[in-house]
C-alpha cells in the first residue's frame, strides 16, 4: 500500500508543527560556511574531523558540521530581546581517525538573548514534547552543570584533573574519582549515587547543601534546578523526567542545565542539549543561550520501517498495447492504494509483490 511519508519524515513534521506552536522561527543555512567559524571552536564539536574545501575565490570552506555556531554567528545582541529558532538541517561529519564522510540530518531549536527562567523551562518542555511525539517511551535525563563544575571547582585540582573528572563523571566511574580525588571524592561521588527521582533528587541536594560547606555558585544552580523542577512539577512529562549528574558537557562552553533524551528501541542518546552562555562569550556575544539537537537518523532505525517489496503490483506490457490504458489502469491502481510500477521488463534490482501481465483495460497471469 501507498505510504506517503516515513516514519522519521512524519516525525520531523510534527517536531517543526511543535516549534512553530511556540512561536520558533524556521532557521535555514547552507551546506558550506567559512571554515573560520568552527576551527575556533574545535572543541564543541566534541572529536569531529571538520570537512574543508576551496571555493573558487580561494576561501577555505567547511561542509557544516553543526547547526548551532552558525546560529551564534548570525545573532545580534540586543538588550531584553530573545531569537527564538528550529532547524532541520543535514550536518556533514567524519569521526577522527576516519575517512567516511557521514551526511546526518538533525533538527532542533535555540533560545538565544535575554534567558530568564521560563525561557529555560520552556526549552526543557519542548525537549521532553519533542520526544513524547515519537509514540514511544521516553525518558529525558537533566543535570546542572553549575553543581558539578561547582564542586569540582571546590576540590583546587589541576586544568588536567578537572577534565579527568568530568570524563569519570559521564562514565560513572566512581572507582576512578576516589582514585583521583581519595577523600575528598565523597560529595562528587553523592552527586552520582542520587536517587533519579526529581522530588527526591532535589531533596537529597538541599540535604546535601545543609550538610556541607558549599559555594555561592553550587547554592545558587541548586536553587535554580529546583525553581526549574517546581514549574515543570504539573506537566504531563514530568514522570519522564530523571535527574542524573553523570548528564555533562564540555566545562568550557556549557554553564546551567544539561539534559539528554533517550527512547525505547535505540541504546543511545537521541537528544542533547543544555545552556552554553560560555560558547556565546567566546564568539563574542553578550547573551545567553539554551537550546537541543535531536539526531533524526537515529530515529530511522525505529520510526521508518523498511517494506519488503518496492511495489505491490508490477505491469508488464508489450510493443502494441494502447498507452492510453496503460495509463488508466496505473491510475485506477494508484487510487486503490497500491503502488503501481508500470514495466517492459523486471528489473532485477526491484522487487514486486504481484507481477502480472496487461491485457485490454486490465490485466492478467498474477503470479
Known amino acids: 500500500m501507498i505510504n ?13 508543527s511543535l516549534y512553530e506552536s511556540k512561536g520558533y522561527l524556521h532557521f535555514k543555512m547552507s551546506k558550506f560556511e567559512e571554515y573560520d567559524i568552527y576551527a575556533e571552536n574545535k572543541d564543541f ?8 574545501f576551496t571555493d573558487t575565490d580561494g576561501r577555505l570552506m567547511a561542509l557544516k558540521p553543526d547547526v548551532t555556531i552558525s546560529i551564534i554567528r548570525n545573532f545580534r545582541d540586543s538588550d531584553g530581546v530573545t531569537e527564538k529558532l528550529y532547524y532541520n538541517e543535514n550536518v556533514y561529519r567524519s569521526a577522527l581517525g576516519s575517512h567516511e564522510i557521514k551526511e ?6 535555540e533560545c538565544i538573548g535575554d534567558i530568564d527562567t521560563y525561557n529555560t523551562c520552556e526549552v526543557i518542555s519542548m525537549a521532553a514534547m519533542s520526544l513524547g511525539s515519537f509514540e514511544r517511551e521516553c525518558v529525558l535525563d537533566i543535570s546542572h552543570m553549575g553543581i558539578i563544575s561547582g564542586v569540582i571547582d571546590s576540590l583546587n585540582v589541576s586544568d588536567f584533573v578537572k577534565k579527568e573528572l568530568i570524563r569519570c563523571v559521564g562514565a560513572k566511574n566512581t572507582h576512578e574519582i576516589r582514585e583521583l580525588l581519595g577523600d575528598k ?25 545543609g550538610s556541607r560547606s ?4 553550587i547554592l545558587e544552580s ?9 514549574v515543570l512539577k504539573n506537566e504531563e512529562f514530568y514522570k519522564n523526567l530523571r535527574i542524573d549528574f553523570s548528564v555533562v558537557q564540555d566545562i568550557t562552553y556549557y554553564n546551567g542545565i544539561v539534559f539528554q533524551g533517550f527512547i525505547n528501541g535505540i541504546p543511545e542518546k537521541i537528544l542533547t542539549g543544555g545552556r552554553y552562555d560560555l ?16 539526531n533524526i537518523d537515529l530515529l530511522e532505525r525505529v520510526l521508518d520501517k523498511p517494506d519488503e517489496f518496492d511495489a505491490d503490483i508490477a505491469v508488464i506490457y508489450h510493443d502494441g498495447d494502447d498507452p492510453g490504458a496503460l495509463v488508466r489502469l496505473s491510475e485506477r491502481l494508484c487510487r486503490q492504494g497500491l503502488r503501481v510500477a508500470m514495466i ?13 501481465h496487461f491485457g485490454g483495460e486490465g490485466y492478467s497471469d498474477v503470479r
Open 104 to 109: 546526518l540530518m538533525q533538527s532542533g531549536l
Open 185 to 209: 571524592a565523597d560529595c562528587l561521588i553523592s552527586l552520582l549515587n542520587l536517587d533519579p527521582d526529581p522530588d527526591k533528587a532535589v531533596a537529597a541536594l538541599e540535604g546535601l547543601a
Open 45 to 52: 564539536l566534541a572529536g569531529e574531523n571538520i570537512i574543508t
Open 214 to 217: 558549599l559555594s555561592a555558585g
Open 279 to 294: 560558547l556565546m562569550r567566546r564568539m563574542g556575544k553578550k547573551g545567553g543561550a539554551i537550546g537541543f539537537g535531536i
Open 4 to 16: 506517503p511519508l516515513k516514519g522519521s519524515e512524519t516525525a520531523v513534521f510534527r517536531l517543526r
Open 344 to 356: 517492459r521488463k523486471p528489473s532485477e534490482r526491484a522487487k514486486y509483490r504481484h507481477v502480472v
Open 222 to 230: 541548586i536553587g535554580e534546578l529546583k525553581s526549574i523542577l517546581d
